[in-house]
T-cell receptor, first 111, second 115 residues
Framework: KQEVTQIPAALSVPEGENLVLNCSFT??????LQWFRQDPGKGLTSLLL?????REQTSGRLNASLDKSSGRSTLYIAASQPGDSATYLC??????????FGKGTTLSVSS | DGGITQSPKYLFRKEGQNVTLSCEQN?????MYWYRQDPGQGLRLIYY???????QKGDIAEGYSVSREKKESFPLTVTSAQKNPTAFYLC??????????????FGEGSRLTVL
């Protein structure tokens, strides 16, 4: 059964720092991987979607990479800002199932 | 505006009562999903539907029921059989290309509290 793990569970950084969030999955037979952001008490907002044939996707200060063979993805956030404070979740899509989520990394960026 | 609308945002229920959470989307998406979120547990799948009049159980379907009579709507009923229903419920939708799920869009969630 697919398991998705995100480490660390929480991260605190000063404003301006570049940071990396990690996501690992146990079964490499995935169609795609998605990164989401969740603010407290809110729904999830899609950040990036990487198809299994792709190695990375970029959107503004965000860059997500995918190494399917090793079961890993990273979300790189450049020049972090206090507004980036949120919980970041990754999820994988396997054939015939809905997305399977990790438990998230809660990021706090201090000014 | 296109998107997913969940209602109500907050709901209080007495033990033994059934409640229904509404989820409507105007994105013309084929697939719709219900997830439950508890502190420290991440999102867990309750039910999902890839086509009208069809749906599949997720990992924690016991005590819940759904219907998909229209493409736009996927209501979730939390029955009295659900032993611990207090949680944050999230509805989502996506396109489908074969078995490849497209980008997932979420509603703002419904917080259910059992008194």
């Amino acid at each position: 059964k697919q398991e998705v793990t995100q480490i660390p569970a929480a991260l605190s950084v000063p404003e301006g720092e570049n940071l990396v969030l990690n996501c690992s999955f146990t079964d490499s037979a995935i169609y795609n991987l998605q990164w989401f952001r969740q603010d407290p008490g809110k729904g999830l907002t899609s950040l990036l979607l990487i198809q299994s044939s792709q190695r990375e996707q970029t959107s503004g200060r965000l860059n997500a990479s995918l190494d399917k063979s090793s079961g890993r993805s990273t979300l790189y956030i450049a020049a972090s800002q206090p507004g980036d404070s949120a919980t970041y979740l990754c999820a994988v899509n396997q054939a015939g199932t809905a997305l399977i989520f990790g438990k998230g990394t809660t990021l706090s960026v201090s000014s | 505006d296109g998107g997913i609308t969940q209602s109500p945002k907050y709901l209080f229920r007495k033990e033994g009562q059934n409640v229904t959470l509404s989820c409507e989307q105007n994105l013309n998406h084929d697939a719709m999903y219900w997830y439950r979120q508890d502190p420290g547990q991440g999102l867990r799948l309750i039910y999902y539907s890839q086509i009208v009049n069809d749906f599949q159980k997720g990992d924690i379907a016991e005590g819940y029921s759904v219907s998909r009579e229209k493409k736009e709507s996927f209501p979730l009923t939390v029955t009295s059989a659900q032993k611990n229903p207090t949680a944050f419920y999230l509805c989502a939708s996506s396109t489908l290309a074969g078995r490849n799920t497209g980008e997932l869009f979420f509603g703002e969630g419904s917080r259910l509290t059992v008194l």
